[in-house]
């Protein structure tokens, strides 16, 4: 009996410390150029975009969701935009420009 308890709340501080992770994830923003014509949503970093007026935002699934692929995949769908990236990491200004370069 004392096994089965200690083993029910082991998988409960192993469920709540998931949860505090995925709770925990960055918000990354690309703020547009141009606002877009209807709201839509984007495919991007292994995470969902949404986007709508000036900016297409998601949860930091991975780490892709970072990366300059990402911010090309918004751009290709939107339009250029004038910053990517959230609290823990923003592109620079080559990045974004290399970014932009996709731009249709």
Same mark, same amino acid.
């Given at each position: 009996?004392?096994?089965?308890?200690?083993?029910? &709340?082991?998988?409960?501080? /192993?469920?709540?410390? $998931?949860?505090?992770?995925?709770?925990? *994830?960055?918000?990354?923003?690309?703020?547009?150029?141009?606002?877009? &014509? =209807?709201?839509?949503?984007?495919?991007?970093?292994?995470?969902?975009?949404?986007c =709508? &007026?000036? *900016?297409?935002?998601?949860? *930091?699934? /991975?780490?892709?969701?970072? =990366?300059?692929?990402?911010?090309?995949?918004?751009?290709?769908g939107?339009?250029?935009?004038?910053? $990517?990236?959230?609290?823990?990491?923003?592109?620079?200004?080559?990045?974004?420009? *290399?970014?932009?370069?996709?731009?249709?």
């Amino acid at each position: 009996m004392k096994l089965q308890t200690l083993a029910a &709340a082991l998988s409960a501080v /192993a469920a709540l410390s $998931f949860a505090g992770q995925a709770l925990a *994830a960055d918000t990354v923003v690309a703020k547009l150029q141009s606002p877009v &014509a =209807e709201k839509s949503k984007i495919v991007a970093g292994v995470s969902v975009f949404f986007c =709508e &007026a000036d *900016a297409c935002s998601g949860r *930091a699934a /991975a780490a892709q969701t970072y =990366e300059l692929s990402a911010c090309k995949t918004i751009v290709k769908g939107v339009g250029p935009v004038t910053s $990517f990236g959230g609290a823990k990491k923003q592109l620079d200004a080559d990045k974004l420009a *290399a970014c932009n370069a996709v731009a249709k």
